[in-house]
């Protein structure tokens, strides 16, 4: 029997996974071991298997994903810190048949943007956003974010996040879920494989239910890690993640087809 | 000849807007300018032309979805006063960094502030020497009267388009408020999405198919690539500098005396020349209609022809006069006269302004 080589293997019928076209050659500008290129890829696979490539309007946001558009292979545009969802909400309106979306952080979407969040929810604005948090400013260097968690040390709040004076985590999905504006609200992770295939689905319910023009908006949040800020191993971030952060962000669906998802 | 209506200065502002083809207006209501985002909701545009009109949530919000729309290759426009285009500051530099054409109309009132709901000029410093951070300039029109108010709509998106550069029109509460004659211009169509997306390849709206994506963004990291892009958007402000400059002359050809006035201190300044004249003193009005670019080279051929002083006539503290000092360098008399806070000088106190400090002084 002849020696199997590696040529033998790389052939198309054996391709189990390649990455998607929507994905620039671009090096990640993220850290090893944060959920940044994941999200990315999995949005860019959802966007190639609509079709969508070439109707698709993405906003980046301030913040690590500053740099999205370098990486995401479709139209694209750099908002000012917190602002993607008036952006995305100028851009859809003057195109309703093109797929718009946002890609934000958690001081992005929660602290500064906070006004545009509400609003282009509250709106129903037709578009998605993806919402990636890790419960600190990661491009600035760790500090403390509206979503981080009581208790958790940043470089602004070394001695830990106290809530008398510096307020309780923000959970901003749950308050947008509140509003008839939203359609589908939703909060995932990206951490294990079985939660990549989640978030997947859920990014690809979002985007569908733009496309079919379903009244209101999409909003995907992705609990992340971030082991730079955390200051941990890349392992160890996703297991406090899973120890500390979903605890309180709790994952799963919390409005489908416009009707809050009964939690008892 | 157009259709004649009897008009509010911002009622033909947003006729105009509909007539010029916009295809969005987003807007905040603030006094003394209201009467913008009213007329348009009130209109239907959406009906009458498929323009889209949308009250936002603030005028951070309004900057932020002209980004948006505008950077699709759409004409789209907002309107505010004085505290709610400080608040526009941040969007309107990053569109100028991104290159995205738009029109920011301001309808000035006093200031600083919170100030008042009065007409004033003192947002000219803001409006030519760059209100928000970074290195760029705004072609800013002043109209001076209703009519101008709805013809310089279509100029101002003319000339977004053709710098890809924000436009401002510089207008104030009296301009604003006033009704005049209007003699509207006859309604171009909107441009098709198939038109737009021929005419502008630089637009985001959507991934052409066997082409590269387009990006719109302010940021290179790369300082040498900035500094490059910093080139490339001061050689568009120099061919802006060449080009643009729009300015009116009245009684000037035997002037030994300048007015320089623009918007309501021109037209009050009018009426000072007719006062001036009835008692022999020889006075001319230069209103620069650019304020940015600003008429340069009419203010060194009037020094040039040996005028005696000049007088700048602003609703502000003095900062238009600042320009004509530039250009003057001491060869010659110039000088500020102005009430503000949103008082509104008379015709009698500038030519008084005009004896004292330029004349006699």
Known sequence: MAE????????????????TKLMTDKTLSYCPGCGHGTAHRLIMEIIEELGKEHETIGVAPVGCSVLAYEFMNVDMQEAAHGRAPAVATGIKRVWPDRVVFTYQGDGDLAAIGTNETIHACNRGENIVIIFINNGIYGMTGGQMAPTTLPGMRTSTSPYGREVSSMGNPLKITELVAQLPGTYFVTRQAVHTPSAVRK???SIRKAFENQIAKKPGLSFVEIVSNCNSGWKMEPVAS???????MFPYYNLGDIKVDGQLVDKK | MGELRLMKGNEAL??????AGADAYFGYPITPQSEVVEYLMAERPEQRTGMVVLQAESEIASINMLYGAGGTGKKVMTSSSSPGISLMQEGISY?????????????????????????????????????GHGDYRLIVLAPSSVQEMS???????????????????????????????????????????????ERYPWATNGKPVGKERRILTSLDLDPHKLEKHNHHLQEKYRQAEENEVRFETIDCDDAEYI???????????????????????????????????????????????????????????????????LVVNGRTKVEHFGRYGGVIHSPEEVLEALKQKIIGG
């Open chain 2, 259 to 325: 007015i320089v006035a623009y918007g309501s201190s021109a037209r009050i300044s009018q009426k000072t020349i007719q006062l001036a004249r009835e008692e022999g003193i020889k006075v001319g009005l230069l209103r620069p209609i650019t304020l940015w670019p600003y008429p340069k080279k009419e203010i060194e051929r009037f020094v040039e022809k040996g005028v005696k002083g000049f007088l700048s006539v602003e609703m502000s503290a003095g900062q238009m006069v600042e320009d004509i000092k």
């Open chain 2, 151 to 197: 013809d310089f709509v279509p100029m101002a998106f003319d000339l977004a388009f053709k710098y890809r550069n924000p436009v401002l029109i510089v207008s104030d509460g009296l301009i604003g408020q006033m009704m005049e004659k209007v003699e509207l211009f006859d309604p171009m169509p909107r441009l098709t999405d198939e038109e737009v997306i």
């Open chain 2, 14 to 19: 947003a006729e105009a807007a509909i007539r």
């Open chain 2, 95 to 131: 569109m100028a960094g991104a290159e995205i054409p738009c029109v920011v109309v301001n309808v000035v009132r006093g200031g600083p502030g919170l100030g008042d709901i009065q007409p004033a000029q003192s947002d000219y410093f803001q409006s030519v020497k760059g209100g």
């Open chain 1, 199 to 201: 978030a997947k689905r």
């Open chain 1, 4 to 19: 199997i080589t590696l040529q033998d293997i790389i052939k198309p019928e054996n391709v189990v996974y390649k990455k």
């Open chain 1, 238 to 244: 996703n297991i406090w993640m899973e120890e500390n």
